[in-house]
C-alpha cells in the first residue's frame, strides 16, 4: 500500500510509492500546507498511522484521502489535488473541496474541520467517524486544534 503525507508544505511519501523519499514527517509540525504541494491518495485504502489525521473521501474511512502528520492544518481543501474526487458536492473539479464523507484522529491532539457556512465539527483525539448525511462534502479545511 502507498501513502502519502502532507507535511510541512511537501509531500512525504513512505512505503513503495516511486519518485518519493521514505522519510516520514515530523510530528508535531504546526506548519499549513503549501497549495501547490499536496495531493489526496487516490484509492488509498486503510486506517491512519498513529499520529496522523486522515480525511476520506468515502464513509467508513475508504476511498481517496488526505493524511496529515499532528499539527498540520489545510486552511482550503480546494488547493488538495485529487484527480478521483469526483463524488462529492464539490463536484469533479480535482479537488478536495467538498469531498469528505468520513475522518480518522490517530493523533493525541484534537482537530476541527469546517463545513458550509463555516460550521465548525470536532475531532477528539483517537476517534474516527463517518459523518452524518446533513454534513457528508461539506469539509472545506481541517484545523489543527479545538474548534474555534
Known sequence: MKRIY???????CAGWFVGCAADDPAPGDTRSVAAADSAAVPDAVGPCLNGDVCLYQNGQQTGAHIEVTAG?????????????CTNGTGGSNGTFDKQMSSWQNASDMEYCWIGLGGATHGM??????????EYNDHAS???AGVCP
Do not use: R
Open 6 to 12: 502532507i507535511a510541512a508544505g511537501m509531500l512525504v
Open 72 to 84: 498540520i492544518s489545510i486552511h482550503d481543501l480546494g488547493t488538495v489535488t485529487c484527480p478521483a
Open 124 to 133: 477528539k483525539p483517537h476517534t474516527q467517524n463517518t459523518v452524518p448525511a
Open 141 to 143: 479545511a481541517l484545523l
